[in-house]
Structure formats: C-alpha cells, structure tokens
C-alpha cells in the first residue's frame, strides 16, 4: 500500500491474508522443543553417553546444529538425576570476515563455561588443496587433532558432537556408494588416538527439526566459508536423494534408519563377523537360521501391505517402533 496515504484502505474480505494464532504457534515452539529434548535423552540413554561426572566438551561451530545440541544438553543438565558438566569449545580458524565476538557473546549472556582455541587452519587448508576440490577431508582431520587436544587441556571426558540424523544416514549411504563398506558415524565410539569418547546426542533428531528450533530459538547462527560453502559435495548430493526419497516414498527413510540399529551379520558376507568354516547343522530350531526358498514372512507382509494401501509403496519393512 502507498505509505503516502493517511488512511490506509481496507482489503476485500476475500482478499484477507489470514494471520496465524499465535498461540499455536507457541504451542508448536514447545511441542518440538519437548520432541528434540525426548530424543536427545533417548539416545543418551540408549548408548549410555554420559555417566555421572563426565565433563562434556560441546563442539560449538557457530551452525544450527551445535547451537541445538547444545542448548538441549543445557535443558538436559537442569533436569538430570546425573551431575555433569558442560564446557562450549569453539575453534577459531582464522576465516577472513569471521565474527570472533559472536560466539563469546553468547555464551556469557548464556552462563556457559566456553573456551575458545584459535589456530589458522584456514590458509592451511587454501594452501593444500587446489580451487574446487573438496576441503571437507584436511579440514575435518585439522581441527580434530587442535579439539582432541584441547579436550585433554580441559579434563574433558567426553566430546559432544553436533551431527544429527541425516548425517548419519547421509554417511553410511556414502560409505556404501564410493567406499564399498556397511558403516556410519557411530552414536558413541572411541577417538582414533584412542585417548577420547566422541558422542553425537542429536542421533535420533531429524535436521529440518534442528533448523526449526535455531529459527524458534534465535541463534546467532555463523556461517561457514570453507565446507559450507562447497555446493556440490557429494554428501549434498546423497542429501538430495534422501530427501527425494522422504517426499516420494514416506517412511522409507525411518526404515533404513531402524535397520542401522537391526543388523544381523550373520546374514551378511563379512567373514570377520561369521565364522563360516565353523558353521554346522545344530539339529534344533534356530530362529536366525536360513529360511531358503522360503519368503522372508516380514518382507511378504510389508509387500501385501502396501499392495492394500496400508502402507505407501517404497516402505519396504514395517516399522517397528522403537
């Protein structure tokens, strides 16, 4: 409307933009507030994560998703029968435009212990690796080895890290396609100096929750000039196709990722988890025994399932809840 008018016309009622309740929308705010928080501490609980007297190292990039895990971790704290700490780390590469008093602002405002290590990754990995290539691998490895050790400076028991559950379904989907292996980023695993215990406690949280909540939440978000930057990765692309997925076979991504927590290598090739020489007839009943010729009765189900319109075509397992 021409802001030269003094009264401002009234639109036709067919016209009207209609306005969102915002008492909804609170109610929205808090109900995935709750839904991230029960998530996280499912998978706390599920891996066993955190133990009374851990100090938490929370790597804090200035992303949505370490903003999130962190603040859930802090509404985890408050309520926790298990006492422990949390210390925010953020590593200062030394990208040119990066704003240093973000962060540290923040986290004051906050009352979040937090240090901040600086080193000049940054020119480092523009040195090494040639203009369009992917940085991601030098990056990662570099400010690894600077928060392992800082981890150690600070008495640190347990790394927090911020990815979420696309990424581990993005990782074992990348893994499968170009490294010829069954694997993915682990809720919970030991360092590979062998001297830490790395943790991802948004396991079980879906990103586009994530990036809800940081709208909800306000973060001061900080972008990044290196990976973030890169629009062609391959983890973008495998990111791509699962959403595809997502929105042309719903369900299908919730199954693959149950199956991630279902794995039976005694059904698989790896002849390091079977030893296939020892395998003899036992003359009793096995339950995880060859079926042969037989259909799998799950896989039967699933199919008859979605031949009635009970489940949409592409969720190939029923999901079982977990």
């Not at 009943?285 to 896989?299: C, N, Q």
């Amino acid at each position: 409307m021409d802001e030269t008018l003094t009264l401002p016309l009234a639109p036709a009622a067919d016209s009207a933009v209609p306005t969102r309740d915002p008492r909804k929308a609170e109610f929205e705010r808090n109900k995935l507030a709750k839904r991230l928080h029960r998530q996280v501490g499912e998978a706390i609980a599920d891996f066993a994560m955190i133990e009374p007297g851990d100090r938490v190292m929370v790597c804090l990039s200035g992303g949505k998703d370490s903003y999130g895990l962190l603040d859930i971790l802090l509404g985890l704290q408050r309520r926790s029968p298990v006492p422990f700490e949390l210390v925010a780390v953020n590593l200062d590469q030394k990208q040119p435009g990066f704003p240093a008093d973000v962060l540290p602002r923040y986290l004051t405002a906050r009352g979040v212990r937090f240090h901040i290590a600086e080193q000049d990754t940054y020119s480092v990995v523009k040195r090494l690796i040639p203009e369009g290539a992917t940085m991601c691998s030098l990056c990662s490895r570099l400010r690894r080895g600077v928060l392992y050790r800082v981890a150690g400076e600070l008495g640190a028991t347990k790394i927090a890290l911020g990815h979420h559950r696309d990424d581990l379904m993005a990782t074992f989907f990348l893994n499968l396609f170009f490294g010829g292996k069954l694997k993915t980023m682990p809720p919970k695993l030991v360092s590979d100096d062998g001297k830490h215990v790395v943790i991802r406690p948004l396991a079980y949280v879906r990103e586009h929750d994530l990036a809800r909540f940081a709208a909800d939440r306000g973060f001061p978000i900080i972008p990044c000039t290196l990976c973030g930057s890169q629009e062609n990765l391959q983890r973008k692309q495998v990111g791509l196709m699962l959403r595809e997925w997502e929105k042309k076979f719903p369900g299908r991504i919730e199954s693959i990722f149950n199956a991630l927590g279902k794995v039976e290598p005694t059904h698989l090739l790896d002849r390091t988890l079977q030893d296939f020489a020892a395998v003899r007839a036992t003359g009793r009943p096995e339950p995880a025994g060859d079926i042969a010729f037989d259909v799998d009765p799950i896989l039967e189900a699933a199919a008859d399932a979605v031949a009635s319109g009970i489940l949409p075509a592409g969720n190939s397992i029923p999901i079982a809840p977990r």
